[in-house]
């Protein structure tokens, strides 16, 4: 690996092995003529200033206007004569800058700035005479390493004197093939930069990193040979002409027709588009006359891919290989057409001539000069930057010339930006807190690809000789700026000052190529010849001129360009040297930044959702509260409404009962009414237990009135019999013995009976409302269960309130129903007095007077007789006889009337007895099971049976 190439004897040295270093960016004088070496096996007259031997002593540039110190000198024509001879040169293996060198050196180690050269890579023979590009090691040349590196076709020997070429598997998707070099590893400042035995070297050392190769398109028909004046030798990377002005040219590379796109890449741009993926800037671009296969190099096609595909492959591949750092690549493409700037990728194929914002060049002191608004896309794939790239070769401008029938009529410009940083493993320490930023910093380098439109001596249309002044112009101020830089270094002016007077804004060519131009950049040159003498002697002749106009700007621009690239500094951060184009930092930033967002989002996200949770949570409580206590509303407002329409029933009973006992008269004295209406014995049975339970001792009266009922009935035949007798009976008791003793019920029986069963009502009542009360409270509370649990109790509450409500309607009705009874009761009786009245004139004053008496009386029992007991009795008996026939008239109607509607049924024998009553207290509900009860045992009430 480390082994020099030796010299073979009697052949021009290599450079100095301590010209390893690349060089310092320092003008220098150079002296190419006498510190050159001549080759042995040669013999020049002169040896060119610039490096190239002289393709002839009488060579006049005619249209260049560099200074002829800066042109190639003619060779003389002995030695044109002799093309054939071997041509011992030290080519560009050894021309540009070479890394230091070491036995253990580990390529992937950064470079040592005390790094002493080889002493193997001291000169074993003479500096050659043509070596004037040959000496220092380049950081564009492979073969800085001193490699043997022998081509697929031509297996040249490792004698280091031939120039690089690939081999067929260098196309590998590898950017580190056996190419890639440790020269990457340097910097210039890193270089020594003396040697004892090198002054030649660090003469050489200001053009390291320019090549320049020269390649021969192949004749259109097909004869690859040279003929006629021109020798092409790639092996010896010599160009000659034989013709007037001619001469042997050497170049770095040079290529014959036989060579594919892939070994231009590589000798001309692989290890290029190494360093700027290191982070030095590097341009590539293409020259010549019109048709020589500038574009055909620098795009290839489908089969033989360009320079471009292959950068882009590359590219992509270093960056597969290089898991340590991380990338961004952004890529732009311009053209200049008429000294105007377009920007490809924003222009749309359909519509290339479409209005655009004009662009123009801006300098920094950061990025040089660039092109401003200028689109730049981001690209992740190889895919995916040659998309980009071909929708911007679609939109270039073509026409067809004279030799060329798809010509580019612009200088297209691919720039891609490579931002590369550090990469930081997830365990490592993370962004800084302070600056939110990783360690290390951003570095941004900037490949560009351009091809240059042809020169053009003849067009034939006005608007192809615009096109063709517009290139010629800018063609001639590159070459005119290349020719000062040369003169500049040539007097020793090289670099600083000196540039501020060099011709750069002349045109948008070499203003934009200024910072390539002017060193900061890696620079490989191709120059497209075409040999082949097409067409007439005047075209032929025409055609050589502009040949060697290329070939002497490749002279120039090899001998002239002073490159002292430095490795892209590391930005840190968007604020450091990158400024704001470090996009890699902004994306970062922007990353780390929307990372703390979506956290923050995250975080808010989760509150807002257990907050929304909570509140939701508490609205439902709050509805259920709502509704529970909308319910519990609802209940009480039932309750009240079901409490004030008792209340309402009960006054309205009240009412009744109080208007009956003012009228009603038991005229009769045999039947006593309460008794005969079944509901009405049955109410008072009730009552009777009823008022048992409620804890008053009514029984006794109760049962005087039942019995009053059942015993007045008896009584009444009794009556009926002992009135036909005469005597009273002597088994009533007091009620219905009566005042008159005649065992009817007195009127004032009546009343008590009917005042006793009001307060029995009353109190029926009263329990009625406690029992709501009860109720309502169990409502309440079971209700209060009931929304604690939620669900399921409610329906039992409701349930109950409401059949407790139905239970006491019905209880009502039925009251209602009696009281009706009642009342139709003593209507009849009313009547019957009234008949009694109209029979007995004198009694009835006095029966009526007696009955108001009682019933105005507020203590029925505490009224004082208006007449003496016998004095009344002989009054009911006078009137008895007409009255009871009435009574039992209407009586006999009212039955009669049951009878139909069917709430009575007539006996066998004559009796009488209820026929509804179980059914129709079978249908009154039952009381709650808590309450007491309020009726007595449906039987009781069904066995009333009234015998007429
Ligand atoms: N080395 C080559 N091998 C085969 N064909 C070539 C080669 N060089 C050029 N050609 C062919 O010659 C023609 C012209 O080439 P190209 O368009 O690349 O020339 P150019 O220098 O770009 O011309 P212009 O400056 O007018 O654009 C094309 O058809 C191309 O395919």
Redesign the pocket.
């Given at each position: 690996m480390t082994t020099l190439p030796r010299p073979a004897a009697g052949r021009p040295p290599n450079g100095p092995p301590n010209a390893a270093l690349p060089a310092l960016p320092v003008g220098k004088t150079r002296k190419s003529t006498g510190a050159l070496p001549a080759p042995v096996n040669r013999s020049l007259t002169s040896t060119p200033k610039s490096g190239l031997r002289a393709p002839s002593s009488t060579y006049l540039p005619p249209t260049t206007p560099a200074p002829t110190t800066a042109l190639p000198q003619p060779k003389s024509a002995s030695s044109i004569q002799t093309p054939g001879k071997t041509i011992r040169k030290t080519v560009s293996i050894n021309s540009f800058p070479q890394p230091p060198r070491g036995d253990n050196r580990v390529s992937s180690l950064p470079p040592s700035p005390l790094g002493k050269p080889a002493t193997s890579r001291k000169p074993k023979a003479s500096p050659s005479a043509y070596s004037t590009s040959a000496a220092t090691p380049s950081f564009l040349n492979g073969s800085a390493e001193g490699k043997s590196i022998t081509s697929g076709a031509g297996n040249r020997t490792s004698d280091g004197l031939i120039s690089v070429s690939s081999p067929p598997q260098s196309r590998s998707s590898s950017a580190q093939d056996s190419y890639s070099t440790s020269a990457t590893q340097y910097d210039d400042d890193a270089a020594p930069k003396s040697d004892t035995h090198d002054k030649r070297s660090s003469k050489h050392d200001g053009k390291g990193n320019v090549l320049v190769s020269v390649?021969v398109?192949?004749d259109a028909g097909g004869n690859d040979k040279s003929e006629g004046e021109w020798m092409v030798d790639g092996r010896k990377s010599l160009v000659g002409y034989r013709g007037r002005e001619g001469g042997d040219y050497y170049y770095d590379n040079v290529f014959s027709?036989h060579d594919n796109n892939s070994r231009v890449y590589d000798c001309i741009a692989k290890r290029l588009v190494r360093r700027v993926m290191e982070g030095y800037h590097g341009t590539v671009f293409a020259y010549?006359?019109?048709?020589?296969?500038?574009?055909?190099?620098m795009q290839g096609?489908a089969s033989s891919p360009g320079v471009i595909p292959l950068a882009i492959t590359d590219i992509f591949s270093y960056i597969r290989e290089t898991p340590s750092r991380e990338f961004l690549l952004r890529v732009s493409y311009l053209e200049i057409y008429n000294e105007r700037i377009h920007d490809l990728l924003s222009m749309s194929t359909t519509n290339a001539g479409a209005q655009q914002e004009e662009i123009k060049l801006r300098e920094d002191a950061k990025r040089g000069v660039y092109a401003s608004p200028l689109k730049e896309e981001i690209v992740q794939s190889p895919t995916q930057l040659l998309r980009v790239i071909a929708r911007g070769d679609q939109a270039r401008r073509?026409a067809s010339?004279q030799?060329?029938?798809?010509?580019?009529r612009s200088h297209a410009v691919v720039q891609i930006v490579v931002e590369s940083r550090e990469r930081v493993s997830g365990t490592s320490e993370g962004p800084s807190k302070r600056t939110g930023l990783l360690p290390g910093g951003v570095r941004v380098s900037t490949l560009s690809l351009i091809?240059l439109?042809?020169s053009e001596k003849a067009a034939e249309t006005k608007e192809r000789r615009q096109e063709g002044s517009h290139i010629n112009k800018s063609l001639l101020t590159l070459g005119t700026v290349i020719s000062k830089l040369s003169e500049y270094k040539d007097k020793g002016k090289g670099g600083g000052d000196s540039t501020k007077h060099l011709p750069y804004r002349d045109s948008k060519l070499t203003r934009l190529l200024q910072g390539a131009l002017s060193g900061n950049s890696l620079v490989s040159i191709l120059c497209?010849i075409a040999c082949g003498s097409a067409g007439s002697s005047a075209s032929a002749n025409s055609h050589a001129t502009e040949t060697l106009n290329t070939l002497k700007f490749a002279a120039r621009a090899k001998n002239c360009i002073i490159s002292h690239a430095k490795k892209a500094e590391e930005a840190l951060g968007a604020g450091g040297d990158g400024g704001a184009r470090v996009l890699l930092e902004r994306y970062r930033m922007e990353i780390l930044e929307l990372r703390g967002q979506l956290g923050t989002q995250a975080k808010e996200n989760t509150k807002k959702a257990e907050a929304e949770e909570k509140q939701k949570d508490e609205e439902e409580e709050k509805a259920k509260e709502k509704e529970a206590e909308a319910r519990h509303e609802e209940q009480m407002l039932e309750m009240q409404l079901a409490r004030t329409a008792l209340k309402e029933r009960i006054e309205h009973l009240n009412r009744l009962i109080l208007s009956s006992k003012s009228i009603g008269v038991n005229a009769s004295g045999s039947y006593s009414s309460l008794g005969m209406h079944p509901r009405f014995s049955q109410m008072s049975n009730r009552t009777s237990i009823a008022t048992t339970s409620g804890g008053r001792p009514l029984l006794e009266r109760s049962s005087s009135m039942t019995s009053s009922s059942t015993v007045g009935r008896r009584s009444n035949s009794g009556k009926r019999q002992s009135n036909s007798s005469g005597e009273p009976n002597a088994v009533e008791d007091e009620d219905s013995v009566g005042e008159y003793g005649d065992g009817t019920a007195t009127l004032a029986a009546q009343n008590r009976a009917l005042q006793a069963d009001l307060a029995d009502k009353n109190r029926y009542i009263t329990t009625l409302e406690k029992r709501l009360l009860q109720a309502r409270r169990a409502s309440h509370s079971r209700t209060s269960v009931g929304f604690s649990n939620n669900k399921g109790i409610m329906v039992g509450e409701d349930h109950s309130v409401s059949t407790l409500m139905k239970e006491k309607d019905n209880e009502i009705a039925e009251l209602r129903s009696r009281l009706d009874d009642k009342d139709r009761m003593l209507a009849a009786l009313r009547s019957a007095a009234r008949s009694r009245d109209t029979a007995e004139g004198t009694h009835e004053g006095l029966h009526e007077a007696r009955a108001s008496q009682i019933l105005d009386s507020p203590n029925p029992n505490a009224s004082t007789p208006l007449t003496s007991p016998q004095s009344q009795y002989d009054i009911a008996s006078r009137t008895r006889g007409k009255s009871v026939d009435e009574m039992s008239r209407i009586l006999d109607e009212m039955i009669q009337d049951r009878v139909e509607s069917g709430q009575l049924v007539r006996g066998m024998r004559g009796s009488v007895r209820l026929a509804s009553t179980n059914a129709k207290l079978e249908n009154l509900p039952e009381p709650p099971s808590k309450l007491p009860p309020l009726s007595p045992p449906l039987g009781e009430g069904k066995q009333l049976v009234m015998e007429v």
């Amino acid at each position: 690996m480390t082994t020099l190439p030796r010299p073979a004897a009697g052949r021009p040295p290599n450079g100095p092995p301590n010209a390893a270093l690349p060089a310092l960016p320092v003008g220098k004088t150079r002296k190419s003529t006498g510190a050159l070496p001549a080759p042995v096996n040669r013999s020049l007259t002169s040896t060119p200033k610039s490096g190239l031997r002289a393709p002839s002593s009488t060579y006049l540039p005619p249209t260049t206007p560099a200074p002829t110190t800066a042109l190639p000198q003619p060779k003389s024509a002995s030695s044109i004569q002799t093309p054939g001879k071997t041509i011992r040169k030290t080519v560009s293996i050894n021309s540009f800058p070479q890394p230091p060198r070491g036995d253990n050196r580990v390529s992937s180690l950064p470079p040592s700035p005390l790094g002493k050269p080889a002493t193997s890579r001291k000169p074993k023979a003479s500096p050659s005479a043509y070596s004037t590009s040959a000496a220092t090691p380049s950081f564009l040349n492979g073969s800085a390493e001193g490699k043997s590196i022998t081509s697929g076709a031509g297996n040249r020997t490792s004698d280091g004197l031939i120039s690089v070429s690939s081999p067929p598997q260098s196309r590998s998707s590898s950017a580190q093939d056996s190419y890639s070099t440790s020269a990457t590893q340097y910097d210039d400042d890193a270089a020594p930069k003396s040697d004892t035995h090198d002054k030649r070297s660090s003469k050489h050392d200001g053009k390291g990193n320019v090549l320049v190769s020269v390649r021969v398109r192949p004749d259109a028909g097909g004869n690859d040979k040279s003929e006629g004046e021109w020798m092409v030798d790639g092996r010896k990377s010599l160009v000659g002409y034989r013709g007037r002005e001619g001469g042997d040219y050497y170049y770095d590379n040079v290529f014959s027709t036989h060579d594919n796109n892939s070994r231009v890449y590589d000798c001309i741009a692989k290890r290029l588009v190494r360093r700027v993926m290191e982070g030095y800037h590097g341009t590539v671009f293409a020259y010549g006359m019109t048709g020589t296969g500038k574009t055909f190099s620098m795009q290839g096609t489908a089969s033989s891919p360009g320079v471009i595909p292959l950068a882009i492959t590359d590219i992509f591949s270093y960056i597969r290989e290089t898991p340590s750092r991380e990338f961004l690549l952004r890529v732009s493409y311009l053209e200049i057409y008429n000294e105007r700037i377009h920007d490809l990728l924003s222009m749309s194929t359909t519509n290339a001539g479409a209005q655009q914002e004009e662009i123009k060049l801006r300098e920094d002191a950061k990025r040089g000069v660039y092109a401003s608004p200028l689109k730049e896309e981001i690209v992740q794939s190889p895919t995916q930057l040659l998309r980009v790239i071909a929708r911007g070769d679609q939109a270039r401008r073509t026409a067809s010339t004279q030799f060329n029938a798809r010509s580019s009529r612009s200088h297209a410009v691919v720039q891609i930006v490579v931002e590369s940083r550090e990469r930081v493993s997830g365990t490592s320490e993370g962004p800084s807190k302070r600056t939110g930023l990783l360690p290390g910093g951003v570095r941004v380098s900037t490949l560009s690809l351009i091809d240059l439109a042809g020169s053009e001596k003849a067009a034939e249309t006005k608007e192809r000789r615009q096109e063709g002044s517009h290139i010629n112009k800018s063609l001639l101020t590159l070459g005119t700026v290349i020719s000062k830089l040369s003169e500049y270094k040539d007097k020793g002016k090289g670099g600083g000052d000196s540039t501020k007077h060099l011709p750069y804004r002349d045109s948008k060519l070499t203003r934009l190529l200024q910072g390539a131009l002017s060193g900061n950049s890696l620079v490989s040159i191709l120059c497209t010849i075409a040999c082949g003498s097409a067409g007439s002697s005047a075209s032929a002749n025409s055609h050589a001129t502009e040949t060697l106009n290329t070939l002497k700007f490749a002279a120039r621009a090899k001998n002239c360009i002073i490159s002292h690239a430095k490795k892209a500094e590391e930005a840190l951060g968007a604020g450091g040297d990158g400024g704001a184009r470090v996009l890699l930092e902004r994306y970062r930033m922007e990353i780390l930044e929307l990372r703390g967002q979506l956290g923050t989002q995250a975080k808010e996200n989760t509150k807002k959702a257990e907050a929304e949770e909570k509140q939701k949570d508490e609205e439902e409580e709050k509805a259920k509260e709502k509704e529970a206590e909308a319910r519990h509303e609802e209940q009480m407002l039932e309750m009240q409404l079901a409490r004030t329409a008792l209340k309402e029933r009960i006054e309205h009973l009240n009412r009744l009962i109080l208007s009956s006992k003012s009228i009603g008269v038991n005229a009769s004295g045999s039947y006593s009414s309460l008794g005969m209406h079944p509901r009405f014995s049955q109410m008072s049975n009730r009552t009777s237990i009823a008022t048992t339970s409620g804890g008053r001792p009514l029984l006794e009266r109760s049962s005087s009135m039942t019995s009053s009922s059942t015993v007045g009935r008896r009584s009444n035949s009794g009556k009926r019999q002992s009135n036909s007798s005469g005597e009273p009976n002597a088994v009533e008791d007091e009620d219905s013995v009566g005042e008159y003793g005649d065992g009817t019920a007195t009127l004032a029986a009546q009343n008590r009976a009917l005042q006793a069963d009001l307060a029995d009502k009353n109190r029926y009542i009263t329990t009625l409302e406690k029992r709501l009360l009860q109720a309502r409270r169990a409502s309440h509370s079971r209700t209060s269960v009931g929304f604690s649990n939620n669900k399921g109790i409610m329906v039992g509450e409701d349930h109950s309130v409401s059949t407790l409500m139905k239970e006491k309607d019905n209880e009502i009705a039925e009251l209602r129903s009696r009281l009706d009874d009642k009342d139709r009761m003593l209507a009849a009786l009313r009547s019957a007095a009234r008949s009694r009245d109209t029979a007995e004139g004198t009694h009835e004053g006095l029966h009526e007077a007696r009955a108001s008496q009682i019933l105005d009386s507020p203590n029925p029992n505490a009224s004082t007789p208006l007449t003496s007991p016998q004095s009344q009795y002989d009054i009911a008996s006078r009137t008895r006889g007409k009255s009871v026939d009435e009574m039992s008239r209407i009586l006999d109607e009212m039955i009669q009337d049951r009878v139909e509607s069917g709430q009575l049924v007539r006996g066998m024998r004559g009796s009488v007895r209820l026929a509804s009553t179980n059914a129709k207290l079978e249908n009154l509900p039952e009381p709650p099971s808590k309450l007491p009860p309020l009726s007595p045992p449906l039987g009781e009430g069904k066995q009333l049976v009234m015998e007429v």
